[in-house]
């Protein structure tokens, strides 16, 4: 529905009271206007923009929207933050304003030169109606899904890391999708698929953001962004339209129902109350346009419908019989309403119109270029004038004036009879022309009787085809939240089982506990990695955790270079144990570290499902062995160091007699 009246809601009447809207801190002078009481306060920019975000007001009038923004980029981005249901109205006209005085006086609104005053004068004039609506957005709204964060190392391999998000947001953009089909809202998908997903996804929705059951927001892997799509310059669009003729259907009853159609055969307006009286419908009626054919959907025309068209010196317009409630249905299946009573309304208005759709047509195609057709279309519907007459009025021409009755008439020429007798048998020819006329009519009833008929099945079947993609739709939704559900117990299962393991471990790391039996105590938990590699290193330690002072085992320790030492060094195990001989870089790293390295026959390890155990006693005696032969292999280097230091003296010694 168009807004046409400003009253019903808080009006922000807003002019400049100091300073310069390109300065560091302007002032305003604001008037609240509610339609009976006017609140002044003079404000700064930023709690200016703080109550209309909060009060949200229907309309912030200006006589100038630079007021409010130093330049068109600013404008936009201001129109941007308002509230949904704000509009900014520049009530001196478009892109040409007027004086703010001049239009104060056309519409009778107090003026003055103080700011304080104009933003007052502004806001009176926003609530009569007056501006021009100033707007930068569409009413389409792009719904973004994309990443929430980079896809680089986080924890874990970069390709897994990678898939999980991507993945995640396909999962994000299904969801978005299931809500925006639930709500019924037409749109167009556009989706990068990435390794594991989707990059991100764009949906371009048919409606504004407050239609959309999606909201901003960020959780973790993905984040939701919604933006109104920007038009390519700055559009105004009246604030009230013109009060043009137009067809009117009413149903009345406990609820009064009316509908307002265009000569043109468009819905303009639909309105139902319980409350209104007859004075009130027709203040209504008054100020959205001037009626040329008053409607009812029922035969006879009910006396309510009847005094209504009288109000209006109208047309009146009744169907042969009562309308069946599906013609009804079918006639207004591209409009919307809220009830069965502005469904009657809206039937009444545009079968009026179709049954006067071919007189407008010649009218309009009489009526020259100069002249407005609509004030035409009412005389002679309504006043059943000729078009002819009409125009000769309105463009001043007189009637030819009647002879006096004592003139005696002449007799007639021979051309004169025979012009008579030709129009005689013109007007014969006219009368068998109209009565051709109704003749067509009637088939074209028929006709249209039988279209009917078949819509009506076409449509049938087209419910079923609505239902049955319903029906697809729930199902296919249903699959998928029952995968969603499949997916949760297994990941609640695999919590389930790492929360015992790791309690079996806590009970290990913690054997002076009193709820550990006697025959655990002198053991320790052992951490088993199936190879010396960083992969299974940091697969580990996510799943269970490595920590300083713990005792690794390596089921393959085999293959390890430098660095993936470095990486175990950098968890300082207690006794590392192995179950093959180490890369000479991987046992230098670890001795330089001072990190005790056994093979795994010194140390017996005991396993249990994916926990191992070891008694302390034995760990003790794998640790003293290492130093014994730690010491052993530092004294082997230092006496090495100390022969090549010899040597390399001997061979820097001058040889005697040279």
């Not at 981005?77 to 040409?96: A, C, I, M, N, W």
């Not at 002819?388 to 002449?410: C, F, K, N, T, W």
Request: hydrophobic share 35%; charged share 40%.
């Amino acid at each position: 529905m168009n807004r046409t009246a400003a009253l019903d809601a808080v009006i922000f009447g807003v002019d400049i009271q100091s300073g310069d809207v390109r300065g560091d801190a302007p002032s305003y002078a604001l008037v609240v206007f509610d339609g009976d009481e006017l609140q002044r306060d003079v404000v700064s920019r930023r709690k200016l923009r703080r109550q209309i975000e909060s009060e949200e007001p229907a309309i912030v009038a200006t006589d100038n929207m630079y007021e409010l923004a130093a330049d068109k980029d600013q404008l936009v981005h201001f129109l941007g933050s308002l509230p949904d249901e704000t509009k900014l109205v520049q009530v001196t006209g478009d892109e040409r304003p007027e004086p703010l005085s001049r239009v104060a006086k056309r519409h009778g609104v107090p003026y003055g030169k103080k700011p304080m005053k104009e933003a007052e004068a502004a806001a009176r004039l926003a609530a009569a109606n007056v501006g021009q609506e100033v707007s930068a957005f569409t009413d389409t709204t792009e719904v973004k899904v994309a990443r929430g964060r980079s896809t680089g190392k986080g924890g874990w391999s970069e390709d897994r890391y990678t898939r999980r998000i991507h993945g995640a947001v396909k999962s994000q953009a299904r969801e978005v999708e299931s809500e925006l089909d639930a709500a019924g809202l037409a749109y167009e998908r556009d989706v990068t698929e990435k390794y594991g997903g989707f990059s991100n996804a764009v949906f371009r929705v048919e409606g504004r953001p407050q239609d959309i059951p999606v909201s901003t927001h960020r959780s973790g892997d993905t984040r939701v962004e919604i933006e109104r799509v920007r038009r390519d310059g700055i559009e105004f669009r009246p604030l009230a339209k013109r009060r043009d003729h137009v067809v009117v259907g009413v149903d009345p009853g406990t609820t009064t129902a009316v509908a307002i159609v265009g000569l043109d055969g468009e819905v303009l307006d639909v309105y139902s109350s319980r409350t209104s009286d007859q004075a009130d419908v027709i203040e209504w009626i008054i100020e959205r346009g001037r009626p040329v054919v008053v409607a009812a959907d029922v035969q006879p025309m009910p006396e309510t419908v009847e005094k209504c068209r009288r109000s209006f010196d109208a047309a009146g317009w009744a169907p042969e019989r009562d309308l069946p409630v599906d013609e009804k249905k079918h006639r207004t299946r591209a409009e919307s309403y809220d009830n069965d009573h502005e469904r009657d309304a809206m039937a009444a208005a545009l079968y009026a119109f179709d049954g006067h759709e071919s007189q407008f047509e010649r009218v309009a195609q009489k009526v020259p270029a100069r002249h407005e057709v609509g004030p035409v279309v009412a005389r002679v519907v309504a006043g059943e004038e000729s078009v002819e007459s009409v125009l000769r009025d309105i463009e001043g021409e007189d009637e030819p004036e009647e002879e006096g009755a004592s003139h005696q008439p002449r007799e007639l020429t021979a051309d004169e009879k025979e012009i008579k007798r030709l129009q005689a048998r013109i007007d014969r020819l006219e009368d068998h022309v109209e009565e051709l006329k109704g003749t067509i009519q009637q088939k074209d009833e028929q006709l249209d009787e039988k279209d009917k008929q078949l819509e009506k099945a076409r449509q049938e079947g087209r419910r079923e085809v609505r239902k049955d993609r319903e029906v697809t739709r729930l199902e296919r939704r249903n699959e998928a939240l029952e995968r969603k559900v499949e997916d949760e117990k297994a990941k609640r299962e695999a919590l389930n089982e790492k929360l015992e393991r790791l309690k079996e471990l806590w009970k290990l790391d913690h054997s002076n506990f009193a709820d550990v039996s006697e025959h655990e105590e002198g053991l320790v938990p052992v951490k088993v990695v199936e190879q010396f590699t960083r992969d299974a290193i940091d697969e580990a330690d996510e799943q269970f955790g490595l920590a300083a002072g713990d005792i690794v085992m390596f089921r393959d320790a085999s293959g390890a270079g430098r660095s993936t030492a470095e990486r175990l060094a950098d968890v300082d195990p207690r006794l590392v144990l192995r179950n093959e001989n180490l890369s000479e870089a991987a046992d230098e790293v670890l001795f330089d570290h001072e990190i005790p390295v056994a093979p795994v026959e010194m140390v017996p390890v005991q396993e249990v499902d994916e926990l191992a155990i070891a008694r302390e006693e034995a760990v003790e005696e794998a640790i003293d062995d290492w130093h014994e032969r730690a010491e052993e292999r530092r004294q082997e280097q230092n006496a090495e160091m100390v022969d090549q230091i010899i040597s390399e003296h001997r061979a820097d010694r001058p040889v005697s007699g040279e």
